[in-house]
């Protein structure tokens, strides 16, 4: 139940410069249908942020839901070749390719957002009903940004 203005505070006392309106929950993207299987138990989700001149990924803590203040990873878009984005079943998969490697991450899609119980990390409220989901108000926007990295 992290609210959106409370991400851009957190990255901003970081000393990042985050982009309004492309912040998405995302997942490390699963490699094979076993892990698939376990990460479907795995409550391991994070905030995918665009900033000035970095992606960065924020963690959530499994214990309690909140958002933490810190940035598990940090990608320079300089170093960034492309993003593919593809619809695979009920997510989107986003592929980013640097020069470090690839990173695949896993992201729901928005109509399904008010059924599914990871989206509740992206609702301003406990309670989800008619409360604002950041993460489905943001992701065309954000996808298509990534896509013209």
């Not at 299987?37 to 909140?66: H, R």
Request: with cysteine; charged share 25%; glycine share 4%.
């Amino acid at each position: 139940m992290a609210k959106e203005i409370k991400i851009l505070e957190n990255l901003k006392e970081l000393g990042f410069q985050p982009v309004s309106n492309t912040a998405i929950l995302v997942k490390y993207d699963a490699p094979n249908l076993s892990a698939k299987i376990v990460d479907f138990f795995n409550f391991e989700y994070y905030v995918l942020q665009i900033c000035a001149t970095e992606l960065v990924l924020i963690p959530f803590s499994k214990m309690t839901g909140l958002l933490k203040k810190e940035v598990t990873l940090e990608i320079p878009l300089v170093t960034i070749s492309s993003v593919e984005v593809e619809t695979k079943g009920l997510d989107y998969k986003i592929t980013i390719r640097s020069q470090e490697g690839d990173i695949r991450l896993t992201t729901q899609q928005k109509e399904l957002a008010d059924f599914r119980i990871s989206s509740s990390y992206a609702n301003d409220s406990f309670l989800s009903l008619g409360s604002k989901n950041w993460h489905k108000e943001n992701l065309e926007n954000t996808l298509s940004k990534l896509k013209e990295i």
